[in-house]
């Protein structure tokens, strides 16, 4: 009797064991079924994501993109338009640094604009408004922390986004102070096509400095202060001092420079100098703001008898957290512009201004911007109202309609 129980307690005992084994094998063999296939999965990923080609230098993609739908009425007609937003157009940018040692670093930035349609080129014929991808940046830097950063290729001049890009109010979608890249600048203000129709922007020619072929140089901060200078292009340079600060529940941010071109270009037929200057201030417990800044262009080879150019704006509102989607951005705006673009000549503008005695404007509006935090996102809403006050060469004034144009959309970063 029990040697038949050890009998049968033998056959269980080979029976367990050959179970065992048969389970470790079959787990080995599902362990090397998933390692291949996560294998390919991984192989799949690399091929479909961006990859570096060094091991060196960081790489980092990013962009935004920024749409916006607008109405228009100038006096002759009305319409309503689609198209890519002139203050912040749509982007992407390829950049990236590796450290050289303590204090030195290097880098580069590429970046590549998208315009459906430009909404500051649209005009009454023409709903296109230049829809082209251009290249913004393409530059390498050297930085030391001590010392400061040099920069060369094709870059923002140290006068760029002086007027346009600086302040405290959350506007940077709605409103910016270059207002000749607001939507519906590229219309002409009705009753002035006896004169060739006189666009928006011909009186707000505030024209950034924008980009070019360049050396800049770029200091640490200071107290919160940088010194920036730059120059290239064939005889363009510029100097800048900008600021940015916070105390005592009050934030600022302030910037100015001075831009020269000695080598006129593109149709333009004089050398001019401008000082640019802009800033804001923000309570920051309350949300009360102001921004505001000026542009004053003198030109060095223009006959007798040209004006210069001067232009200004404010704009006043609150900025604060009201929702929960994210800080919300109240704000009016005023501003004028006198001199105009009468000293470009022909080959840049729509119509040759130059016989007019005088070409002033202003304009206002209100708007409303909202952060939506949770998706990288602004929602922006707007009216914006136009107006030309213009003397021709004998002294008579010009009959000229005014433009308003009401407009919203949204930017999304990534």
Known sequence: MIGGLMKRGSIFAVAAAASIFSTSAMAADLGGDCCADLEERVAELEATTARKGNRKDSL????????????????????????????????????????????????????????????????????????????????????????????MGLYSFAADDITSSIGVGGTASAAQGNYDGAPGMGLAFGGTGGYGGIRVKDIFDIRDVDRGNIIRYDSPSIAGFVFSAAWGEDDRWDVALRYAGEFNGIKLAAGIAYHEDTEPEQGQFYNYNEIRTSGGILHVPTGLFVDAGYVRREF???????????????????????????KTSFFGEYGEASGSSQNWGTGVNHVDLATFRSTDGKFYGIGLQQEVDAAAMELYIGWRHFEADLTDSAGLAVSADDVDTVYTGARIKF
């Open 300 to 326: 060095e080879n223009a006959p007798a008898g040209t004006d210069d150019f001067d232009f200004w704006y404010v704009r006043p509102g609150i900025y604060r957290k009201w929702n929960a989607l994210g």
């Open 60 to 151: 980092e993609i990013s962009g935004q993109v920024n749409e916006l739908v607008y109405w228009w009425d100038n006096g002759d007609q009305s319409n309503i338009y689609q198209g890519t937003s002139g203050f912040s157009s749509s982007r992407f940018r390829v950049k990236g640094s590796a450290n050289i040692n303590e204090d030195w670093s290097a880098g580069y930035l590429i970046e590549i604009e998208t315009k459906g349609a430009q909404v500051n080129a649209q005009s009454a014929s023409n709903d296109d408004g230049g829809a082209a991808i251009a290249l913004r940046h393409s530059m390498w830097y050297l930085k030391s922390k001590r010392l400061g950063q040099i920069s």
